[in-house]
């Protein structure tokens, strides 16, 4: 950390940066410039920017040097880091590709689409059984009963699962079910949340909130790694922008410089950026070639009749597709989507009422 003193800074000003500094366990280095004086501070800058030096009389400036987040930063772990998901590899050229719908609805919907998006080559299940909702009136999602619902889904089709835990009070009751927890945007600094998932030591996926800068991303990661839990996956979900025709901003450039600040993995969700099925395929190939380390899409067999993001669900047969296209745009990069091993379990029952639209 460097502390910049002000213009006409007297000398017992500085010595008394220097005691403050001394008492803090840190060592002061002066330098005296011909218009100013700099202090240069060795030791724990973590612990020394959390002290309000900013207010100690002559002081002008206190500048970090290094980023504020240790565990997070890139520094700390030169190599990608792989984050597993049961047999899931997610970082250093294996990508997940997470796919279902934006809630749990009922089992034989939950089954259909789970059916449909593993024999499409998604390797992660997901389904919000609790839905954080900006309006009180629209569905809340089905709880528990969509927690066994999503669970029975994936063991059906041998797919791990992902589901959004909002409340701390739930992340045990969650974790049970699920084998990844999802911090959704709007908990994204719900820093109570954030240690709970971070002690379950199930792998995390916590995705940017709206108005979240990357460096608060990358702190909000960071209570997550500072209780022993080096299983996260971030998630570029788009930031509030101002452009009505798509329903966030998102933001590419934020994947493309979290892969130089950090060894996490960070994946995109293209479904809740732009809220638009017609760009979403687009959006995800160009995560991908932004150096994504996954893509999460939501899917839904009859988005018109979906009770959350209907709006934004891409259809079973565009999902293929895509599906398709992300293995093409991996492969360009030397990365593979990972493959979840054997085939799809036979005593799945493919006639499942798939909750036809009309
Ligand atoms: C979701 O994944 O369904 C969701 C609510 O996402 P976000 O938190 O990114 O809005
Ligand atoms: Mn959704």
Redesign the pocket.
């Known amino acids: 950390m460097i502390i910049v003193l002000k213009s006409g800074v007297t000398e017992e000003q500085i010595r008394h940066v220097v005691q403050r500094i001394e008492q803090l366990g840190l060592r002061a280095h002066v330098s005296r410039g011909t218009y100013r004086t700099v202090i240069g501070v060795i030791g724990d800058e973590a612990k020394a920017m959390a002290e309000p030096l900013r207010a100690i009389p002559g002081v002008a400036e206190v500048m970090p040097v290094l980023p504020p987040y240790k565990l997070a930063s890139i520094e700390a772990h030169p190599e990608p880091s792989i984050v597993r998901v049961g047999s899931v590899r997610i970082g250093g050229g294996h990508l997940a590709l997470i796919a279902g719908p934006?809630a749990v609805e009922n089992a034989p919907r939950m089954f259909a689409i789970a059916e449909r998006v593993r024999r499409a080559g998604a390797n992660l299940l997901r389904g919000?059984a609790y839905?954080?909702r900006t309006s009180p009136y629209a569905f809340q999602g089905l709880g528990e009963e969509g927690l066994k619902i999503l669970a029975e889904a994936g063991q059906r089709v041998g797919m791990p699962t992902v589901t959004?835990v909002t409340d701390p009070r739930n992340v045990e009751l969650v974790a049970r079910y699920a084998d990844m927890l999802?911090v959704?945007?709007?908990n994204m600094q719900n820093f109570v949340l954030l240690t709970e998932v971070g002690r379950s030591g199930k792998p995390v996926l916590l995705?940017r909130g709206p108005s979240a800068t990357v460096t608060d991303l990358l702190m909000s990661a960071e209570y997550i790694l500072s209780q022993g839990n080096s299983q996260v996956v971030l998630c570029e979900?788009g930031v509030r922008g101002f452009d009505p025709l798509t329903r966030n901003l998102f933001d590419l450039a934020a994947v493309a410089l979290v892969k130089r600040l950090s060894h996490l993995p960070i994946i995109v969700?293209p479904s809740?950026a732009t809220g638009r099925p017609d760009i979403i395929p687009d959006c995800a190939l160009a995560g991908v070639a932004v150096g994504a380390d996954g893509v999460h899409v939501e899917v839904h067999d009859c988005p018109e009749e979906a009770k959350s993001?209907g709006q934004q669900a891409l259809l079973p047969d565009q999902f293929d597709q895509l599906a398709e296209q992300i293995r093409r745009v991996a492969a360009v990069f030397g990365k593979k989507v990972s493959e979840l091993p054997g085939e799809i379990p036979c005593d799945v029952d493919s006639s499942l009422e798939t909750g036809k639209c009309i």
Do not use: I
Request: charged share 50%; net charge positive; hydrophobic share 5%.
């Open positions: 934006c919000g839905k954080p959004e999802q959704g945007a709007r995705k979900r969700d809740h993001d």
